[in-house]
């Protein structure tokens, strides 16, 4: 991954800055007309925090309430320590049942796994059936936003790839283009052995899986095929039913504005006798993939309360600006800066806790108050760390510069020196008050701003003729 | 009542005619204000780059200096005040996490916090004022500290001190709480984000059709009025104790 270089192509497009610019916009505007209805909003969202935080810390003890309830209730259940296992055990689970073609509804762990690409490597077709992956799909790209996975493309993209890859005649109504979708996507409702869905919740008390959806995708997909495979996270976990009448309207009114989504299917176990439908075989598959080892870490633990709302990415102004892609990997925006350097290890993605100004914006959204300032400050921590450890040119060359910079701010006289010092150094690049150039790397600063000139008086000079001014103080 | 400046670092070096606006509002309003000298940074820069041993060790710095400045009230209350929402909530937020496992510098920087504020948050809530005495002719919009809003919670104390300067017109810009773009670091290690951002913010303050846009933080200003001069747009650029420090006579 390289966010400077894949977030700078970003920014110069101008397709893309008007469609982030549109979906970002109503999103936001969505999110804070149904947080501003909903009553002790914000009093919610702690009661959410504190919930996430005390099932975290005993996450060990509910995941195996979880799994004995869905055993109870006839489902079985998988442990998956990493992305391949995840991958080894659907792969399985569709083998065993000479499964070739799957339906699958929108899953953020799918995509962490590569699920597709395994299934596909196995001779396995796998369908996307959420409108907005099925056009991923079809592309043969990957998700640039939690929740609505095709934000990055427009109706005429949309047009012209429906017309490429279905061979059905360029249209540009919307409607028209989901009836397409939907014609084709019936057939693969019906003709596949397996269904897949991720999980937003899963209840510990219950055994039941809960999916949040608003175009029946995911009903069809865990009910129309024989065998169903949920894929969820460890961190999806929520002790009690009752829990969910916090969490269903916070994940919903946070992620589209919605009071609640169109469809919320509480998935117990597979059919039973009485069932009119529903499949044969139920199979959950918890996966940890990096999980536990966020779970270790005091200081970042909170990044597993997220419940993918889609809020930060939404209210980031650096994600609006860059797109989801530009992050790398399955998870962008804020929630992707923190949590993809914990998952895929931050030597693979150093720069993400970089990649924010800091200004919070993330925070005030969040349903469950994730602190992301404290954890990117934390995580800019740990890769500093690491990188002096390489000793690779650049690192030491940064670590020198903070060592030469507390020397001179840990001493008033050297301090002031170093202002004298710049007073003079500067002069070859001033120009009517500012720097208008500026060598590299400042020059990332002056390409495009004018740089404040160090002044010939500096305060504290300044203050010395104040001072000696009197008056009353 | 006694004011001891935090002054911050970007001031000193590069605006000290802020310092200057503020000492004047200050004393306009019979404060006493003293600068402890041996200040020099917050360690702020370190600590958003992830060098929290280096941070570390300015803080400490900053704690022992002000502290012995609160010391020598004199039977005045005494306390801290700056100029930057960024610096403040550097000291009052994020030292408790640079020292969060040393007891005895954290007992002494809650004295040190508990007396922190930042300027415009010191004038309504410690002086009780928001008119200060100050007039400007023009039309005035302002862009909200990222850290100031966010990290202290201080969204009303600059507007009611700008709506009280006479002979202003107050213009709340659209996205006035998005983040310019500055970060610190961040501006250079990703300047095309940096600047695109930057690019949304101006046109939200040139949309008002204000003269002038405000803030409390020259971290900010230093990112967007950089870009003003730099493209020649006819905005001033002014942080909010140079606004107040007008008072129409000369
Ligand atoms: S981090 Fe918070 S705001 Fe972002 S997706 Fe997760 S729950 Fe939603």
Not at chain 1, 26 to 51: C, H, Q, V
Not at chain 1, 267 to 294: M, Y
Not at chain 1, 458 to 471: A, S, T
Not at chain 2, 172 to 196: A, N, Q, R, Y
Request: charged share 25%; with cysteine.
């Amino acid at each position: 991954m390289n966010f400077e270089r894949d977030s700078a192509r970003a920014v110069g497009d101008k397709k893309l800055q008007s469609a982030l610019i549109n979906v970002t916009d109503r999103f936001r505007a969505a999110r804070k007309r149904a947080s501003d209805e909903t009553p002790g909003w914000d009093d919610l969202r702690g009661r959410a925090r504190e919930i996430k935080k005390h099932t975290i810390a005993h996450l060990d003890e509910y995941l195996l309430e979880l799994e004995r309830n869905v055993r109870k209730a006839g489902g079985r259940v998988h442990w998956a320590r990493d992305a391949e296992e995840a991958r080894n055990i659907i792969i399985d689970i569709a083998r065993r049942n000479g499964v070739k073609s799957v339906v699958k509804s929108k899953s953020m762990a799918t995509e962490e796994i590569g699920l597709n690409d395994g299934l596909e490597a196995a001779g396995i077709r796998a369908v996307e059936t959420d409108l907005g992956e099925y056009i991923i799909q079809l592309a043969g790209e990957h998700p640039s936003h939690i929740i609505a996975p095709a934000i990055h493309k427009t109706r005429h993209d949309i047009s012209e790839l429906f017309a490429e890859k279905l061979g059905v005649p360029y249209m540009s109504e919307p409607q028209e283009l989901t009836k397409v979708a939907r014609e084709r996507l019936r057939g693969e409702f019906l003709g596949a052995g397996m269904g897949v869905s991720g999980a937003n919740f899963g209840v510990a008390e219950t055994g039941t899986i809960v999916i949040v959806e608003n175009e029946g995708n995911a009903r069809l997909t865990t009910t129309v095929p024989p065998i169903h495979v949920a894929l969820m996270g460890i961190e999806k976990l929520l002790p009690r039913f009752g829990d969910l009448s916090l969490f269903l309207p916070l994940l919903v009114r946070s992620a589209t504005g919605q009071k609640t989504s169109t469809y919320i299917s509480l998935i117990t176990g597979p059919r039973r006798d009485a069932d009119k439908d529903g499949p044969r075989e139920f199979h959950l598959v918890l996966l940890d993939n990096g999980r536990s080892g966020i779970l270790a870490d005091r200081e970042t633990r909170e990044s597993l309360y997220c419940i993918r709302c889609g809020a930060c990415l939404n209210n980031c102004p650096v994600y609006r600006k860059v797109g989801g892609h530009s992050y790398g990997w399955v998870y962008s925006g804020p929630i992707g800066t923190i949590i993809n350097p914990q998952l895929m290890g931050i030597d693979r993605a150093p720069e993400l806790p970089f990649a924010s100004s800091l200004c919070g914006a993330c925070r005030d959204v969040c349903p469950v108050k994730i602190d992301f300032p404290k954890v990117l400050l934390e995580l800019r921590s740990k890769v500093v760390t690491r990188k002096e450890k390489t000793g690779q040119a650049a690192a030491i060359m940064e670590a020198l510069s903070f060592r030469f910079w507390r020397a001179v701010v840990t001493h008033r006289r050297i301090y002031e020196l170093a202002l004298r010092l710049s007073r003079h150094a500067q002069r070859p690049w001033k120009r009517g008050g500012v720097l208008r150039s500026l060598p590299y790397p400042f020059s990332r600063w002056t390409d495009e701003r004018d740089f404040p000139a160090v002044s010939e008086t500096p305060f504290r000079e300044r203050w010395r003729k104040i001072d000696r001014k009197g008056g009353p103080r | 009542m006694r004011a001891n400046l935090f002054i911050t670092c970007l001031v000193d070096t590069f605006f000290p005619q802020v310092g200057e606006s503020m000492v004047g509002v200050l004393e306009r309003l019979g404060v006493d204000v003293r600068f402890p000298v041996e200040q020099t940074c917050c360690g702020q820069p370190a600590f958003n780059s992830g060098y929290r041993a280096d941070a570390r060790s300015v803080a400490e710095r900053f704690v022992s200096v002000f502290g012995e400045a609160l010391s020598q009230g004199e039977g005045e209350e005494s306390y801290v005040v700056c100029p930057s929402g960024s610096c403040t909530a550097m000291v009052k937020v994020f030292y408790k996490e640079l020292f969060h496992n040393e007891p005895r510098i954290l007992e002494k920087l809650r004295r040190i916090t508990d007396r922190t504020y930042e300027f415009s948050e010191f004038l309504v809530e410690v002086v009780g004022k928001t008119d200060v005495g100050a007039r400007y002719d023009g039309v005035v919009t302002y862009h909200d500290s990222c850290h100031l809003l966010r990290e202290l919670g201080v969204k009303d104390a600059p507007r009611e001190l700008i709506s009280s300067v006479k002979g202003l017109e107050f213009r709340e810009m659209p996205l006035h709480d998005s983040c310019c773009g500055f970060g610190g670091t961040f501006s250079i290690k990703f300047p095309k984000v940096s600047v695109s951002m930057l690019d949304e913010k101006l046109d939200s303050i040139t949309g008002t059709g204000a003269d002038t846009v405000v803030s409390s933080d020259m971290g900010c200003l230093m990112n967007i009025g950089g870009a003003i001069s730099r493209r020649g747009i006819p905005v001033k650029v002014m942080h909010l104790a140079e606004l107040l420090a007008n008072t129409g006579k000369g």
